[in-house]
Nanobody
Framework: QVQLVESGGGLVQAGGSLRLSCAAS????????MGWFRQAPGKEREFVGA????????YYADSVKGRFTISRDNAKNTVFLQMNSLRPEDTAVYYC??????????????????WGQGTQVTVSS
């Protein structure tokens, strides 16, 4: 069992930055692949990015590529989402998720087993 807690959300102006954190419980954090998703009102939950358990490979949605960066510190059981050049369309509840999967499975919420409660990010224009 893994428990995840997101933090770092808030209100920022367009062009600003936020850094989200996701703290995980357990000694086996390094064995999990981690993903970030977001959901805006009236929209489906959307893949944002993912990082492999080793930290050596990252994946991003086209909408955030070049602006967002995922990293992890396995010694601290924490994964981060650095968000730069924020846009109003980035406004959403952001969730972190943990899973153990193979191959190309990483883009769907069904690929993950554990989820945090989410943190609100609001970008004003």
């Amino acid at each position: 069992q893994v428990q995840l807690v997101e933090s770092g959300g808030g209100l920022v102006q367009a062009g600003g930055s936020l850094r989200l954190s996701c703290a995980a419980s357990g000694r086996t954090f390094s064995s999990y692949d981690m993903g970030w998703f977001r959901q805006a009102p009236g929209k489906e939950r959307e893949f944002v990015g993912a990082i492999r358990r080793s930290g050596g490979m990252t994946y991003y949605a086209d909408s955030v590529k070049g602006r967002f960066t995922i990293s992890r510190d396995n010694a601290k059981n924490t994964v981060f989402l650095q968000m730069n050049s924020l846009r109003p369309e980035d406004t959403a509840v952001y969730y972190c998720a943990a899973g153990q999967f193979w191959g190309s499975a990483r883009y769907r919420d069904s690929d993950y087993d554990y989820w945090g409660q989410g943190t609100q990010v609001t970008v004003s224009s």
